[in-house]
């Protein structure tokens, strides 16, 4: 399969671009998730929400061409399931993102506590490591790679899902405010599902190199 | 693909005729709850609560009737996968409203909001521009207008977005009790969700005809 | 079908023995679940805490090995979606168990509900359902076994829908402590999820019943 699949690369012109495409588009706004927790500046934080929706809106356009691709595409580079299951992952996080940000947003929340920029940071992260391993799947040569990536990527999850545990316990036990609870559990789970989908998007991946190595 | 379709469909005594059956139910459900949600009455709301229960039995039945029928049949009109999508996505939006009258009464909501009776007008508004694609499907003549039933379920899942977001932010800013808002927000959300899951059926609707036309 | 499947079953050494002990493991899972929930020492009810933990990790061990055996082999015992289904829908199960041992942790809730040690008595009986059926499914013999089974956890399912809305309902009628409710609900809701994820199962048994028998 690998040679095969290395004979059919140079004419796929549509789905790797595509897919590294949604990928960038990821690293961006988890980048601008991180600046958004960060900054100091209520003005700067609203336009940084703002750059949030239009980056959505920018990889929902993505999504949509490489749905619409696969649609029209007979032969394509490797399982048209994986692709359309990929695509849906990177578009879930991003969506994730855009929705800790817009709760931010519309819960009036002023106070960022430090595991909510913690689980930020850990997006970016495995965003980044997610955007190498798709770019490696282009030529299917770096396949070690590709492995490391989605072994960064389980443990930022496990790391994210115990910065939630402790999170939501801290809240319960310092927070007497049963509507403050109600919009930071939120806001953090949002965050932690954002994570959950990174290791969706590598579980995606590592059986693409599975069925193709 | 048309013109083999169009050759097989007078043949197709099954998935057309059910699938229909369930949009009709979907409209009859969102007519319900819409009345449900303007009656003065307590005694009428309680009787129409009763009725979306029955209403959403009579969906489960139509659904799994489908699924029998798929795992049976093996030339399908359209693609298995799809029927089975599109099936799904109706069974779970007739779910949602179902489950917004049953907290409605489970907890003991007496005042409506505008924004819940807006929300409603929405789902019932999507639920018969899924219907009219549907029976358009049929014939797969009038492909303009599925599409133009496409666009408008996208615009009208845009519209609730915005309206829950709306009504969330209200809620917050004015309502002061904890447990209210937990299920007012909670109300809210099972309402929006029924409509994300109308553009789910639009989504697997446009994709049949991609395939297809 | 039947045929040329029980010709082909002497040779799966992989799929049958790898769900069995999946569904064995969900059944360990589920009685340590109801011990936790009945102990009156607290002491206990940590250690049982952590060894549900531990059966989430054999669990999550065996679904990996599953998947990966699914990415090697060729020709499956049935279709290797439904193989796959079944498989994700077993791992649901254990996760949402643990998550409900872990909440009661996190959140520090000391008095266990009736409707709590309810729920896990049923997910318990739908566990042991589960496994009956998996087991039977190995030689597709005792096709009446595994059709009464998946009736039996249909009906525990909708007994679980029933006792979670009166749970939430009496939640909201005795308890004015709105953290206490957000605590609550989310328990019983995990829990409730945990037998929709027994169907979701059986569903999958069901469709395999019907296309192999």
Redesign the interface.
């Known amino acids: 399969m690998a040679n095969l699949l290395q004979f059919l690369i140079p004419k796929d012109k549509k789905f790797f671009p595509l897919l590294e495409k949604s990928s960038n588009n990821l690293v961006a706004v988890s980048k601008v998730l991180y600046e958004l927790l960060t900054t100091a500046s209520l003005e700067k934080r609203r336009e940084l929400t703002r750059e949030i929706e239009r980056l959505e809106h920018v990889g929902d356009n993505i999504t949509h061409e490489i749905?619409?691709e696969l649609?029209?595409t007979f032969i394509t580079p490797f399982d048209r399931e994986d692709i359309h299951a990929l695509t849906s992952a990177l578009d879930d996080i991003v969506d994730y993102i855009y929705g800790s940000s817009?709760r931010i947003e519309?819960?009036?929340v002023e106070i960022i506590s430090t595991e909510i920029i913690k689980l930020a940071e850990l997006i970016e992260k495995a965003a980044i490591e997610l955007n190498g391993a798709i770019i490696a799947l282009k030529n299917m040569k770096n396949v070690n790679k590709i492995k490391e990536a989605s072994v960064k990527i389980h443990s930022i999850e496990n790391h994210a899902d115990d910065i939630f545990?402790m999170a939501?316990?801290r809240l319960?036990d310092e927070e007497?405010d049963?509507?403050k609870?109600?919009?930071m559990?939120e806001i953090l789970s949002v965050l932690e599902t954002a994570t959950d989908k990174c290791e969706d998007a590598a579980n995606v991946i590592e059986?693409i190199i599975?069925?193709n190595a």
């Open positions: 749905v619409h649609s029209l817009k519309t819960y009036k545990d939501v316990a319960f007497k049963a509507i609870i109600i919009k559990k059986s599975v069925k």
